[in-house]
């Protein structure tokens, strides 16, 4: 795997848990 790629994985993973927490929490804490 490529640096490049390995950015790009662990950005989607972030923003994946971004998701799931802005799902998780109230809407009122965003």
Do not use: Y
């Amino acid at each position: 795997m490529t640096e490049q790629e390995l950015l790009s994985v662990l950005d989607m993973s972030k923003n994946v848990q971004l998701v799931f927490l802005k799902e998780l929490l109230p809407k009122e804490t965003w």
